[in-house]
């Protein structure tokens, strides 16, 4: 009888040595998963606070206080409103431009700056977004914001502060709203890639539950088909963030199957750098060979 109170009393004690370890583990996850987030989430905010008061900044040197940044929709050509400030700065959040409308779709197109001294003598003006918003645009200005060599979006400024009717945009102006747009461009192409990464960073996670559920060998048959991959192929987003957030998938997805291809991708990546420093000290010729191997 002592005997099966001994083995019962251990057996007690066992069933609670495995729940606290079951509780210590899920606590753990726990901890790491809200630490992950709270990090993750924590690029984007920053970035809109910092465009918002450039915005601002930028609206007050050319004497108005509507105004907008507008960044492209996926890679259709489709706009939508970022960041904005003014009466309807709430409304513009949930309207879209369709592709080539408007003169903020001229701007984002073509590149090159537009002042609109009056919209209603002006062909190209996209009145859809007025009617959504109940109100009435005089006066533009809208210029490119450019990262590099590539249009991200447009900044636009909308009537003047005071009552109608509005001055014109002068073309002093239109230099200081080319000034700030250089500003905001580096922002906006930074929070594009931040939302990205967020997104991507949760789906990893996801991913990595649905792996860590199969096994060896059936789950390397899937890496190719994971949902991160799934995810990326339809993310609405331009073609070269897909690209760059696609290669550090399959990098880190083959990295993940053992040393062998960790070193693999290791030495992969130091031959890609010498072949590009190699293209930049000969002027972006071939430097002699492919990754700087021969």
């Known amino acids: 009888m002592a005997k099966k109170n001994d083995k019962d009393a251990a ?33 984007t905010s920053p970035l809109k606070k910092s465009l918002e008061n450039l915005l601002r900044l ?18 259709e050509g489709g706009l939508k409103f970022l960041i904005a400030i003014g009466q309807v700065a709430d409304k513009l959040m949930g309207i879209t431009i369709p592709p080539g409308k408007g003169i903020a ?3 984002f197109a073509s590149g090159q700056p537009m002042a609109v001294s009056d919209v209603a003598q002006e062909q190209s003006f996209y009145a859809e977004v007025d009617r959504s918003t109940g109100y009435k645009t ?22 003047r502060e005071g009552e109608p009717p509005y001055e014109p945009f002068t073309p002093e102006e239109m230099d200081k709203a080319a000034y700030f747009a250089d500003a ?29 559920a199969a096994s060896g060998g059936a789950a390397k048959g899937r890496r190719k088909n994971s949902p991160v991959q799934k995810w990326l192929q339809s993310v609405r987003a331009a073609p070269e963030h897909r690209d760059m957030l696609g290669m550090a998938v399959a990098l880190r997805e083959i990295a993940s199957r053992g040393d062998a291809e960790r070193q693999l991708c290791r030495e992969v990546l ?25």
């Open 58 to 75: 930028a609206a007050s040197s050319v004497g108005c206080d509507e105004a907008s940044v507008i960044v492209r929709e996926g890679d």
């Open 11 to 43: 057996s007690g004690r066992g069933k609670k040595k495995n729940a606290k370890n079951s509780n210590g583990d899920f606590e753990a996850q726990l901890r790491a998963a809200i630490s992950a987030v709270d990090v993750a989430t924590s690029m």
């Open 184 to 212: 905001i461009a580096t922002l906006v192409d930074a929070h594009e890639t931040s939302g990205l990464v967020e997104s991507l960073f949760q789906r990893a996670m996801d991913a990595e539950s649905l792996m860590a």
């Open 270 to 294: 130091e031959a890609l750098e010498r072949f590009s420093e190699k293209r930049v000290a000969t002027g972006g010729g071939d430097g002699g060979s492919y990754f700087g191997l021969m």
């Open 105 to 107: 779709g001229f701007v």
């Open 138 to 159: 005089e006066t533009l200005l809208t210029t490119p914001l450019r990262a590099g060599d590539e249009v991200v979006g447009v900044l636009q400024f909308v009537n």
